[in-house]
């Protein structure tokens, strides 16, 4: 008879499964608590130093719930993420004060502290005390979306849902503790991000990403945002002296205070435009490909031309507010955005000539 998941999982533990971490020995929920807390978002590697000076100060809960907020602090510092330190304090008097310094024992109270969520509550009651208890860390989606084919971001409710229940189906009623670290264990040394070792895993048999090369799609990335469009054109304007016409970004918003290229809202004839707006004679134009912009929240699209004017404005026509004529080596000193100074950047290869 095929053996299960777990049976498998548990064979390949005994064998290459991580067993001499110091949270693995003198297995309390309390250090166990303490490790998956540090080891969110943190290597085994970086997190044992860290461990073993916390478990010196604090070896049980009522030693952190007595401590000062400032010495937890201290002992996590280079560790980062120092909301998960905070929480650690805040649960370790709500434990001391409300369940009589015993860590709590159900999934539910466990939950039911600051910075525990489902699964790091069910690995303490797992690893702690043997209790059944799926746990799905990144790890185990990763590993679960590969073996079952389970398409779709784990973000989203639907798919996590799909997970839990999968992983539920995968727990075994016995050697809980055994498990749980298997699963962690396998996740984090075979099924990696990149590259898993598939011909070194126990449960390749019947690896729906294995049988179907899909490894490298699943779990399915957070799908990117798409991010809205705007578009603009940008006039590198060069007068007979070798200079070039800037405008000052008003204050606030995008680029605020910068200087910019003046813009081209794209209505009616270039040539006349420059004229009625900026009063300048344009004696050549050269439009040059569109250059993409990516801020946070939208791209824009500008399409620059390169532009020779005739030396000086047009009489009776003021030169508009804010905006002046620069040298062109002194403007390259200005602070300019990233796009202008390689539009600018270009004028040197972009030789205008008398039309
Ligand atoms: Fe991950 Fe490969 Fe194992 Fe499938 S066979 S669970 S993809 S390591």
């Known amino acids: 008879m095929t053996r299960s998941f777990a049976e498998r999982l548990l064979a390949w533990f005994d064998d290459h499964g991580r067993k001499t971490l110091p949270w693995q020995h003198e297995r309390t929920p309390y250090r166990v ?30 030693a952190l719930a007595g401590a000062e907020l400032e010495e937890v602090l201290g002992l996590w510092s280079g560790l980062g993420y120092y909301s998960r330190a905070r929480n650690l304090h805040k649960a370790a008097r709500t434990i001391a004060t409300e369940f009589d310094g015993r860590f ?33 860390d990144g790890n185990v989606k990763r590993v679960l979306a590969r073996h079952r084919l389970v398409e779709g971001w784990p973000g989203q409710s639907a798919v996590e849902r799909q997970l839990w229940a999968d992983a539920d ?20 040394t075979v099924c990696t ?12 048999g019947d690896c729906g990403a294995a049988r179907e090369g899909r490894q490298e799609e699943l779990p399915t990335p957070k799908p990117r945002k798409r991010l809205p469009e705007r578009h603009t054109a940008m006039l590198v304007i060069v007068d007979g002296r070798g200079r070039v016409l800037l405008q000052r970004r008003p204050p606030a918003g995008i680029w605020g205070g910068l200087w910019s290229l003046p813009e081209w809202d794209g209505e009616g004839e270039l040539r006349h435009w ?9 004696l050549h134009v050269e439009p040059a490909p569109r250059v993409r912009h990516t801020f946070s929240h939208f791209h824009l699209d500008i399409d620059p031309y390169y532009v020779e004017a005739a030396g000086a404005p047009s009489p009776g026509v003021a030169e508009p507010e804010a905006m002046a004529w620069h040298p062109l080596a002194a403007s390259r000193r200005l602070g300019l955005p990233a796009p202008v100074a390689r539009l600018l950047a270009g004028l040197a290869e972009e030789p205008t000539s008398a039309a």
């Open 33 to 62: 608590w303490i490790s998956e807390i540090m080891l969110q978002q943190t290597q085994v590697a970086t997190v044992v130093p860290y461990y073993e000076r916390f478990m010196a100060h604090f070896p049980d809960v009522r």
């Open 274 to 282: 420059c004229r009625e707006r900026l009063g300048l004679e344009l």
């Open 193 to 204: 991000p990149r590259n898993p070792a598939c011909e070194r895993c126990p449960v390749q």
């Open 104 to 136: 709590p024992e159900t999934v539910e109270a466990v939950t039911a502290l600051p910075g525990i969520g489902r699964s790091t509550a069910g690995a303490i009651l797992a690893l702690a005390l043997g209790r059944r208890h799926p746990i799905l």
């Open 169 to 188: 189906a995968f727990t075994p009623e016995a050697r809980l503790a055994d498990y749980t670290q298997a699963i962690m264990d396998l996740g984090a």
